[in-house]
Each structure stands twice: as C-alpha cells, then as structure tokens.
C-alpha cells in the first residue's frame, strides 16, 4: 500500500513537472517569436561599420523585429567555422577575408557594404622618417599585415612609384604590435587601415597617401549563410534596413554618431571624427548606382564591374601571393536582390 502511495505521488510529480515543462517551453517559443521578432546571430570585429554600432546603439534592429545575438570576433578568418557550424547567420568583413571564404567556397554570399573605406586605409610615416611621397620608400622599413588590403594597396603603390618590394625593408607586423614599433622608431611608417591610421596620427604620424589617391577601392562588406538568406529573406531584409536606418541617422547626426564610434573602439574624440570623416557609408540607392566603384547593381555585376570587379582584381592579387589557392567565382557569391529592393 505505501509502495502504491508512492508511486501515485511519483507519477503526480512527474506529470506537474512535466506540466511545467511544457508551460516554459511555451513561454520560450512565445519569447523566441516576440510579437514577430526573430533571432539573427551577428558576427563582428573592431573596425569602422559605424552603421551596426548605431543600429547596435539605438535599438534600431529591435525596431526592425529583430532580436540580435552578438558574436566578437578578431579577425575574418575565424568567422568561418562559426558560419559552418551555424553559430553566426550573418558577419561584417573586409574584402580580403570575404575574396578567401569565396575561394574555399563557403557557402555565403555578400548581402551588402557596409563602408567605402578607400579613404580609411593608407600610409602614415613617422614625421622623422624623411618620407613625404611614395618614392621616398626606398631604402626604408614599412610594416604592413601580409594577405591584406593594405598590402594589396601598398603593392599597386609601389608600382605607381616606379619601385618593388625589394626596395625597401617589408615588416609583417599585427595591428595590435604596429603603435609600439611605430612609436619606438622600429618602423618608418606603416600602411594599414582606421582606426589605426587615426590612431597612429594620434602618436605623430602623418599620412602620406590613402589607398583611394592611386585608385585602390578597399571596403567592408556584410556577408551572410546561404541557407539563412534562402530561409529567412524577411530577417535579412530586415537587418539591411536596420543598418539603412542607421545610415541616415549617421548623416544626420555626426556628433552622436561619432560619440557612438568613440565608444565602440575606444578611441579618443579627435580620432573617433578622424575616422568618420575618413569613411563613407554608400546608401542602397548608391549602391545600386552602376556607375558606383562598389555597385551592387546586376547589369553593372554582369559585366563583371563595381564590386565584382573590386573584387576580382583583389583575387588575383591574393592568388599570386598563394593565399588562395584557386580564384573564386565573385559574383556567384553576392546576392543583390535586398539592395535592388531597399534602394526604391
């Protein structure tokens, strides 16, 4: 009889237990769906997507129905196992990284730019150094991250200058190392990209050209999982649209935006403006734009121009240099059709 008692009480526990289960089960798909907003796993990496700190900052993906889960990241090249497994559904990146997960032919696809950095990136000397133009290279000793824009840019400024490589001293040096060398006098100068060109104007440097002056276009760019893009085309609209929103409040209100930045990466308030002022953030209708350095636009990606084109001449240049071992197909991996509907 006590045997029986028990297991009455047994089973009674166990169906309440289980009642509750099920009652928090629906309180977490009735919170997952939260009143139409759906979960959007975002990669990201100190850098200058000013858009995403101010949609990050104003709530702007909130008001869009999303409900953003924010994954840091160092660097590109980590951002790939996270899109394999499915932990991150869409990450900003520059080119480079971007040109290599095409190459390996992950499957994503760039959704959007984010920024015209062609202005942000270039190469700050020591004032010391003797350097005032880019034939004065010569003989000097220059860090710059192999595999990079900033080398890919360097290289082209080489060219320009009538000199190579074996011209001067190439110091392959992280962004986190470059200050220290460049304040102890270990390096001439530097080519790299903001926020450290702002940074290093902060520990005296002055910049000599940008990648922009000899006609290298350098950018950031959003890409995101396939399968995300074919199963969720409202969220990724909706997160483009967070970050649309975010552009118009960066031309509207500079001095917030650039506090925004400040906070974001740390910088001091001569160098958060610095960084701004360096960067441009393309609207949908500019992208779309056929005749922009970066369009988005199909005919213009047709013919292989705008961002195929930046993109394609970055590719044979990280293939000559073995960081990719085959050339990917560019356009294969951009999907325009969110911009062709956001710039109406």
Known sequence: MITLRKN???????????????GCGSNEKAASKDNGHQEVKIGWQPSVETQFYV????????????????????????????????????????????VIAMAEDLPVSIIGVEVNSSKAEGLVVNEKSGINKLEDLKGKKISVLRGSSAEYAMMEGLKQAGLTEKDLTIIDLD????????????VDGVWVWDPWVSKLETAGGKVIVRDGDIGVGASGVWVARNEWIEK????????LKSLGDANKIIADNKEN?????QEALALEKQEAASVLSNSEYPTYKELWDPKYTFSMNSET???NEGLVKVLNDLAEFLYEKGKISQKPEIAKHIDESFVEKLQK
């Open 232 to 239: 969720n085309p409202k969220g990724v609209e909706a997160f």
């Open 8 to 22: 009455i009480y047994f089973g009674m526990i166990v169906v309440l237990l289980f009642g509750l289960l099920a």
């Open 257 to 261: 935006s650039e506090k925004i930045l």
């Open 55 to 98: 949609a990050q900052n104003e709530k702007l993906f909130e008001k869009n129905s999303i409900n953003p889960k924010y994954t840091k990241f160092t660097a590109g090249p980590p951002m790939f196992a996270a899109f394999n497994s499915g932990s991150i559904d869409v990450a900003y990146m520059g080119n480079p990284p971007a």
């Open 175 to 186: 962004v986190t190392t470059i200050i220290p060398a460049f304040e102890k006098g270990d």
């Open 301 to 303: 990606l047709k013919q």
